[in-house]
């Protein structure tokens, strides 16, 4: 019998992912907190319900929520998730959150007969929006074969790294790298301006050479040179990465002098209240520090 969905978490991501698995002919129930977007989802033919409601109906259950705290508070409520799911019901957290997080649910999932997968994802907001994200994947074998129809219908790339947990942890290497880079390219641009040199041409320059990367490539000239600080991906959802990096780096014994700095300069943009523009505007933090 085919999964029946659940869909938790309509927010920046949430929502077009969800619109998407509907386009595709998925049958989704949804709950956001966000009525708006809970409103929305119906009106493209998705059924609204409390969490407990979904746990009891769908096979497979996506959270697409900002961190640990709110993905536990759904998943072991008495109202929530484990409490309600029928066995066999998979938990297919997409959100980036903590892997430790990751690696308890799964243990109590286990006991109850229930499992979780954890799908991170990868690329812009912009992508999830078109269909095109990429994913990264924590599953057993049979649960991958049973999720990767939805990830399909959400994007075009989907890479398998093992069992529960490696999504997670894929993820983490993969924002500590993206997050550093727009530090790093804000930085770059502030000394440019100071130099006075012309934007447009040194970017074409850094482009052309091993300096270029993916975040000057995606998010230079059509947001940070035209002052477009929608987000997309917020500073506060950064900076939440990046604790997350820091810590587990803490964790593991591995030093990371440049994720503790970065981090550091993410908290700096929070503190003078920015953190809830897109992280490319990272180079206004460091145009505006420098007095530019
Ligand atoms: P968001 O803040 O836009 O959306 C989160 C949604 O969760 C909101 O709609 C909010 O109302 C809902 N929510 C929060 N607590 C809830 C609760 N208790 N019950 C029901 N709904 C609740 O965040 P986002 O940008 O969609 O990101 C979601 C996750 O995906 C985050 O972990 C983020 O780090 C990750 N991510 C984001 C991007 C991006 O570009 N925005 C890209 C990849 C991964």
Excluded: W
Excluded at 167 to 194: F, I, M
Excluded at 200 to 208: A, D, E, I, P, R
């Amino acid at each position: 019998m085919a999964d029946k969905i659940g869909f938790i978490g309509l927010g920046r991501m949430g929502k077009s992912m969800a619109a998407n698995l509907i386009k595709k002919g998925f049958v989704l129930k949804v709950h956001d907190l966000n009525q708006t977007a809970v409103d929305d989802l119906a009106a493209m033919g998705a059924e609204p319900a409390p969490v407990a409601n979904i746990a009891r109906n769908c096979s497979i259950v996506v959270t697409m929520l900002p961190s640990s705290v709110e993905v536990e508070q759904l998943a072991l409520a008495a109202d929530g998730i484990f409490a309600n799911a029928r066995p066999g019901t998979i938990l297919m957290d997409m959100s980036t959150i903590d892997p430790l997080a990751t690696d308890k649910l799964a243990r109590l999932a286990a006991a109850k007969g229930l499992s979780v997968v954890d799908a991170p994802v990868g690329r812009l907001a912009e992508h999830a929006d078109r269909g095109e994200s990429l994913f990264m994947v924590g599953a057993s074998d049979t649960d991958f074969a049973r999720v990767k129809p939805l990830l399909d219908a959400m994007g075009t790339t989907t890479h398998h790294c093992g069992p529960v947990g490696t999504g997670g942890r894929t993820k983490l290497v993969n924002n500590y790298v993206a997050v550093s880079l727009t530090q790093v390219n804000a930085e770059a641009l502030a000394l440019s301006q100071r130099f006075g040199l012309d934007i447009t041409k040194t970017l074409q320059v850094l482009l052309g050479t091993s300096a270029t990367n993916g975040q000057l490539r995606m998010n230079f000239a059509n947001k940070v040179l035209v002052g477009d600080t929608t987000p997309g991906f917020t500073i506060d959802l950064a900076h939440k990465d990046m604790s997350l990096v820091v810590n587990a780096a803490h964790a593991a014994k591995v030093p990371m002098p440049v994720a503790a700095a970065v981090h550091e300069s993410y908290s700096l943009a929070r503190a003078s209240q920015h953190g809830s523009i897109d992280f490319s505007g990272m180079a206004d933090v460091v145009c505006e520090l420098a007095k530019i």
